[in-house]
């Protein structure tokens, strides 16, 4: 094999290490290894290359197939590296199977010096455009537009598929909705009494359905953390009633004050605006609104096919794929897919079973530099049978639902997922199709570091630890959760999440140093950390939480958790747009009281800026074990905090036997409180004689108290 060394090797013959204080991390990329070249044009050079950078592949599917044939089942166990090197356009792909044979291989983009020796034979058309890295795509070009009139095409397609992603250009464009505008809602007049039906239909109300072309069409249901998706069966029109073909997970309506009744309708092609579309399956059809601004027929205009793009897999647990690195390219364009009569509804959209980066059975895994865009579901999952995965420096956006995925939902775990590194990445622009999708999530998984990373605009919790509610086992533990920058989740659309939530018993668990940022739900239950049932033997400690809807820290139950040296600020800033909506409740929040200690609560500051009465700095819902000693509580408009589950004064809680050492006093920040800069303290502070300590400012974190969930992508064609 021609093992010709180009430069960029050498850039990347390096030892890549991670510090996050304690945490170091190295891996090595050696620099001597076999070089295969794929350049997608199957036209230019035949279909009989042999990878050399002279005959290179058609495609990565042949540079697999040759690594399995040439080195897997001619010879021994290979160790030396194998690259491939894909050329900077897309390549649209079948699912992409790495297994047992492929171990010992990178995939990357070729240098700069490979990608100008193919420049003079390249193809470069609008579907087949020079990119900056390659894009492996799980979706197909849609070509053949035919003006219809009022920026509005359309266009057939040959597949079978369902379309319902479309991405112009490399934006995301939605399905029609009704309501036209992305942040109004139609109601339904009332939910069905009879329980058999309650979860798969509603009485709707005057003006709906009746008229709309629904054979495509899709119903999402707001609960109150998941929406329902649904395709629709029948009406009756003499009572009025909707029936779909398949449930929710709870009665539609029983979440009264968090679903408000609340649902729109997706692809009637008849509520278009520009920049949206529709597809009938009965014709094969894409109806597609521009804004004018460009020729459909110019643009590169893609849609998702396959759920799964790359998969990294062994056949078994014990015979895991190891020693992989994935860098420098992108992983694009997957499916989402409901039949008819399944279920899409579920805390965190996880139902979901696939996603564009799927690992699993492997050991030793790097994916780095690596961009995973347009998805329709999660953008990573690593599931069953891992070990030392790791996810560095890389970008996870516009995802259908959350950005990473980790573990396993069944108990007991049978092949473990451990030791998970979550490294540097962002994760942004969530829960597209579903908006219960989180940020980052951890199921049953142990040793997993999720550090350093920025996640922001999704619609449902930053970053989730735990799948057990309760106390029975959790095959969760040891999760460090440490200086991950979280703003702008939540987005006003579902109920009932955190900046960062957790469930079950997780020894060794630590969040620290974390920033949570603008937590905001549609109606109520919206906090900044969010212990949420059976969460034990945590610690909390160094973060910062600011601009919550409600409390900055809730537990609802669990045991022996300590909270210790966090600023918790701007609680329950909940703007209320809705007359009906509850009352919020307070700084810091704890729910039931149990026969054992709830949580450890020292050396926090409590900032508050409420203005009214009646606000609890402190409040549980029961008389709650907890132990509170040493902290400062301040409020900057003079409002009288209370505390407890009695709500009395900070005089009459201390003589309760809580509170001890602690105070009401301004801790003197040391940063401007107006641009909520509350890292760090005065040398003077009464803070500091508490015991509090300076905390670590994120480099990733800029200053403001802008509690408008700014859109800060205009490459975007959808709203938020
Ligand atoms: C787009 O190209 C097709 C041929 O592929 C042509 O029939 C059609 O008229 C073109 N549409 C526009 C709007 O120019
Ligand atoms: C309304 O009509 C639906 C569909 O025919 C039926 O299943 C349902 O039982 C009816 N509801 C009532 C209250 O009669
Ligand atoms: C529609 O609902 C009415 C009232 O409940 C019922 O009598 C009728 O049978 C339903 N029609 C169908 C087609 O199910
Ligand atoms: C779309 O049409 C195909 C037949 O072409 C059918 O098999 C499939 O069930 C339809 N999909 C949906 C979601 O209705
Ligand atoms: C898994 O793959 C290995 C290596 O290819 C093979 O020996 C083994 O039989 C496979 N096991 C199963 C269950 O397919
Ligand atoms: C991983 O291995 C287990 C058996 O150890 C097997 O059941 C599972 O299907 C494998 N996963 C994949 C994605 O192949
Ligand atoms: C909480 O701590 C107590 C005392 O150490 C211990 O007995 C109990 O098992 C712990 N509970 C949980 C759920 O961790
Ligand atoms: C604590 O409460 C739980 C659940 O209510 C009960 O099962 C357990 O026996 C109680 N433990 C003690 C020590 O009272
Ligand atoms: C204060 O709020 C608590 C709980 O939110 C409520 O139980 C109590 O009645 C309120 N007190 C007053 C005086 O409004
Ligand atoms: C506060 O001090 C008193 C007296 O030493 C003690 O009984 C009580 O448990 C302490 N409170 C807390 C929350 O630690
Ligand atoms: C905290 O850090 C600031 C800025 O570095 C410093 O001025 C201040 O003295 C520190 N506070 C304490 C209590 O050490």
Avoid at 171 to 179: E, F, G, H, N, W
Wanted: with cysteine; charged share 15%; hydrophobic share 35%.
């Amino acid at each position: 094999m021609p093992t010709s060394m180009p430069s960029f090797m050498s850039l990347v013959c390096l030892i890549m290490v991670i510090n996050i204080n304690r945490i170091s991390l190295s891996y090595t990329i050696p620099s001597t290894s076999t070089q295969l070249y794929v350049v997608p044009f199957p036209s230019l050079f035949g279909v009989n290359g042999d990878g050399s950078r002279a005959h290179p592949f058609s495609s990565l599917q042949q540079a697999l197939d040759h690594i399995e044939l040439n080195y897997y089942r001619s010879t021994v166990m290979r160790t030396d590296m194998i690259t491939i090197n894909l050329y900077p356009t897309h390549h649209f792909v079948n699912t992409i199977y790495f297994r047992q044979a492929h171990s010992h291989t990178r995939l990357t983009t070729m240098n700069a010096e490979d990608t100008a020796f193919y420049k003079d034979l390249a193809v470069e058309d609008h579907i087949h455009r020079k990119l900056s890295t390659a894009s492996i795509s799980g979706g197909i070009p849609v070509t053949g537009w035919i003006s219809v009139g009022d920026n509005l095409y359309k266009a057939r397609v040959t597949t079978t598929t369902f379309i319902n992603q479309l991405f112009v250009d490399n934006r995301r464009i939605s399905r029609t909705r009704l309501p036209m505008n992305p942040s109004e809602y139609l109601q339904y007049a009332a939910p069905l009494q009879d329980p058999n039906q309650a979860r798969y239909g509603f009485q709707y109300a005057a003006g709906q359905f009746e008229s709309w072309p629904l054979d495509d069409a899709m119903v999402v249901v707001y609960h109150s953390w998941t929406t329902s998706h649904h395709y629709i069966d029948k009406l009756n029109l003499s009572n009025k009633t909707i029936l779909f073909t398949n449930p929710s997970n709870s009665p539609i309506g029983a979440a009264v004050a968090q679903g408000q009744r609340r649902f729109h309708v997706e692809n009637m092609c008849i509520s278009y605006v520009p920049n949206s579309f529709c597809f009938s399956n009965a014709t094969k059809t894409v109806y597609l609104m521009t804004d004018s601004s460009y020729d459909p027929n110019k643009s590169q205009i893609m849609t998702s096919i396959n759920e799964y793009v790359v998969v990294l897999a062994g056949n078994s647990s014990t015979n895991p794929i190891e020693d992989i690195i994935i860098d420098n390219v992108a992983i694009q364009h997957s499916a989402w897919n409901i039949e008819r009569t399944q279920q899409a509804d579920y805390q965190a959209a996880s139902f979901l079973t696939s996603a564009p980066l799927y690992i699993a059975n492997a050991t030793s895994i790097i994916i780095t530099d690596v961009e995973i865009s347009h998805t329709g579901s999660y953008g990573i999952w690593i599931k069953e049978g891992t070990n030392s995965i790791n996810i560095i420096n890389s970008l996870i956006t516009d995802t259908g639902a959350g950005g990473i995925r980790i573990g396993q939902m069944i108990s007991p775990v049978p092949t473990p997922t451990t030791s998970i590194h979550i490294i540097s990445n962002e994760v942004s622009y969530g829960g597209n199709v579903f908006p219960s999708g989180v940020g980052i999530i951890s199921h049953r998984a142990v040793d997993v570091i999720i550090a350093d990373n920025s996640i922001h605009h999704h619609r449902y919790t930053g970053i989730s630890i735990g799948w057990e509610w309760g106390y029975a086992p959790s095959y969760t533990s040891n999760v460090l959760v440490q200086g991950n920058y979280i703003y702008n989740i939540g987005q006003h659309i579902l109920c009932d999440q955190g900046g960062i939530y957790t469930l079950g018993i997780q020894p060794g668990t630590i969040i620290h140093g974390n920033v949570i940022k603008n937590v905001f739900s549609y109606a109520m239950y919206m906090w900044g950390i969010y212990l949420d049932e059976g969460t034990s033997q945590i610690i909390v400690s160094n973060n910062v939480v600011y601009n919550t809807g409600w409390a900055s820290f809730f537990q609802h139950y669990g045991a022996n958790n300590t909270i210790i040296n966090n600023v918790f600020a701007r609680a329950s800033l909940n703007p209320p747009p809705h007359p009906d909506d509850p009352k919020t409740d307070g700084n810091i929040h704890v729910g039931l009281a149990e026969n054992h200690t709830s949580i450890t609560f020292e050396r926090n500051i409590v900032y508050d800026t409420f203005q009214g009465t009646n606000h609890s700095a402190y409040l549980s819902d029961q008389d709650a074990i907890v132990f509170l000693n040493n902290n400062l509580y301040y409020n900057s408009n003079g409002a009288e905090l209370l505390f407890g589950r009695q709500q009395i004064s900070f005089s009459d809680w201390q003589k309760t036997g809580q509170d001890n050492g602690s105070i009401i006093a301004d801790p003197l920040f040391v940063g401007d409180v107006n641009q909520c800069d509350f890292f760090t303290i005065q040398s003077n502070s009464p803070a500091a004689k508490l015991g509090f300590t300076n905390l670590t400012k994120l480099s990733k974190w800029t200053s403001g108290c802008d509690m408008n969930d700014k859109i800060d992508n205009n490459n975007q064609f959808y709203y938020w």
